[in-house]
C-alpha cells in the first residue's frame, strides 16, 4: 500500500466526539498518516453545551505553514472540517494552494445543519467558506450548508429539481465534485447524491429519527479515507454513509452519551469494509 500522509485542519473540541478527535482515530485506522493544522481549542463543542471555552489560533497558521515550509513539509491532500473564525478560513485556503499541499482539496463546510448556522457562525463565516469551497476537489455539504453557500432558503424536503439546483450551483461555484449529505426520497430515507456536471448518482439507507452530534465529522473522515485508498467518490460515500449509519445504531440505547457517537468499537471492521470496497 502507497504511504498516504495528509493534512487535517479542524478544530479541537477536547470534550465531545467530533472534528480532529473523530478524524484522526478513523484516518489512523484506514491507514493515513494524519498531520493537524489545529484552528482553535473549545473546552466541549458547541452543540448541546453552554459556557463553553473558545481559544482561536488563527494567529498561529502562518508561522506553522512558514515552518513547514522551511523544513520541506508536503502533504498528500488537505482535509478542512470545522475552522472557527474567517482567518482560519484564509489560512487553510493558502496552505491548500500552496506547494504544501500535493493533491486534492476535500472540504467539509462544517458550519451549519437543519437550517441553521452552529452557534457562533454568522454571514461573513459563510461568506470566508466560499473561495475554500470552490477550490475544493470534493465538497461535503449537508443541505443547510449548501442552502447557506448559496444563499438560498433552506428547505428540508427538497424536490428532484430543487436538488439539481443546488448541485448545479455548488458546481458553479467552482467544486468539481459534490456530495450533498441528508437527502432521501421519503421521510423514512436518508443519503447523499453525488454530482460532477456530467455524472448524477444518489445513495440512500433507513433514515434514524434522532441527531447525533460529530457524524458529519465521522463521514467526512471515512470519506476521505476511503477516497484517498482508492475508493471512487461515490464508493467512498457509500462506505461513509453506512459507517455513520452503524455507528449512529451503536449509540442510539445510550441515553449517557447525547454527545456524538459511539464509533471506536467499530473501528476494528472499518478497514476490512473498505478493502472489500476496493475487491481486495
Ligand atoms: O461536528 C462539527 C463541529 C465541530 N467542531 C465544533 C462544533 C461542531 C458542531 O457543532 O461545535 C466546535
Redesign the pocket.
Known sequence: MKHIRILSA??I?CFGQ??LTVALPILSSLGIETSILPT?I?ST???GFSGFTFRDLKDDLPAIAEHWKSVGVDFDAVYT??L?HEKDVNAVLDIALSHLNKGPLIVDP?FG?QGKL??GFDMDYVASMRPLCARAEVLLPNLTEACFLLGIPFNPNPNEKEIDAILQGLLAFGAKNIILKGIGDSPSKTGFVFYNGSEKKAYQHQRILKDF??T??VFASVFVGGYLRGLSIFDAGRLAADFTFDCIVNTIDDPAHPYGVHFEPLLYGLEGKLRAALGE
Request: charged share 15%; with cysteine.
Open positions: 479542524q478544530d473540541s467530533c472534528s482553535a473549545l463543542h458547541t452543540s472540517g470545522y472557527g462544517a445543519d452552529y452557534g452530534h460529530g458529519g465529522d
